[in-house]
C-alpha cells in the first residue's frame, strides 16, 4: 500500500478519507498517514478515526516518497497551498471512486478527486489539482482545466471548456460548445446557455453575470 497524506482537515478532507475507505474496500491501495492542516486547534486531534498529524509544512520534512492529496475546494487557498509543497519529495494521488464511470480514452492530470457516481465520457481531458464531486456528469471532447472545483450534480455537455480555478456550484448545467473563462464561478442551480468571461460571478437561469473582478 502506498503512504498518503491528506491535506485539509475540514468537511472536503473527510469526505476524502471516506472515498479513500471506498477504493480500499474494492482493493488494498493506500494508506492513509494522517491529515496535515493550518488549525493550531487541530493538531493532534483525531477525526473520524484519523489524525491530524501537524500543519501543511510539516509534509516537507518527511524524508521519504509520500503522497499526498489537496482536499481543498476553493482554487485559490489550493493554489496557495501547492505552491507551499516540497514538490522533489512529494507525490501527488489520484482518487477515483469504484462507482465512477470513465471512459478509457479520457485524460486526467494528479491531485484529483472524482467521488461516487460520476460519468465522464470520451475524450474529456481533465487537468489537475480537480474537485469533482458525487454525481457529476462530463460530456465527450471537453476540457477540465487546473484548479477548478465541480460541486454536486454538476451536468456539463460535450465540447465545453471550463478554465482554470474556476467553481460551478451544485446543480449547475452547461450547454453543449460553450467556453467558461478562468476564475469565474457558477453559481447553484445556474443553467449557463453563453460563453462566461473570466473573473466573473453568474447565476441564474438562464445564468447572468452579476459580479466581475
Not at 469504484?98 to 478509457?104: E, H, L, M
Not at 454538476?154 to 480555478?165: A, D, L, Y
Not at 453559481?187 to 437561469?205: E, F, H, K, L
Amino acid at each position: 500500500m502506498k503512504d498518503l497524506i491528506i491535506i485539509g482537515a475540514g468537511g472536503v478532507g473527510r469526505e476524502t478519507a471516506m472515498l479513500i475507505r471506498d477504493i480500499n474496500k474494492v482493493k488494498p491501495e493506500w494508506n492513509v498517514l494522517g491529515f496535515v492542516d493550518d488549525d493550531e486547534k487541530l493538531s493532534g486531534t483525531t477525526i473520524e478515526g484519523t489524525k491530524v498529524i501537524g500543519s501543511v509544512d510539516f509534509i516537507n520534512s518527511f524524508n521519504r516518497d509520500i503522497y499526498v492529496i489537496c482536499s481543498v475546494s476553493n482554487p485559490k487557498i489550493k493554489q496557495k497551498i501547492i505552491s507551499r509543497l516540497d514538490k522533489d519529495k512529494l507525490r501527488f494521488a489520484r482518487l477515483i471512486h469504484p462507482t465512477a464511470v470513465i471512459s478509457d480514452d479520457c485524460v486526467i492530470g494528479e491531485d484529483v478527486i472524482i467521488q461516487a457516481y460520476c460519468v465522464i465520457t470520451t475524450n474529456v481531458n481533465i487537468g489537475s489539482h480537480v474537485q469533482i464531486n458525487p454525481q457529476c456528469g462530463i460530456g465527450h471532447d471537453s476540457e477540465i482545466r487546473d484548479y477548478t472545483s465541480l460541486y454536486w450534480n454538476v451536468n456539463i455537455s460535450g465540447n465545453v471548456t471550463i478554465g482554470e480555478g474556476c467553481i460551478l456550484g451544485t446543480k449547475a448545467t452547461i450547454i453543449q460548445g460553450l467556453r467558461i473563462g478562468d476564475g469565474a464561478i457558477i453559481g447553484s442551480s445556474a443553467n449557463v446557455i453563453r460563453d462566461m468571461p473570466a473573473n466573473s460571478t453568474a447565476v441564474g437561469n438562464p445564468a447572468r453575470v452579476i459580479k466581475s473582478i
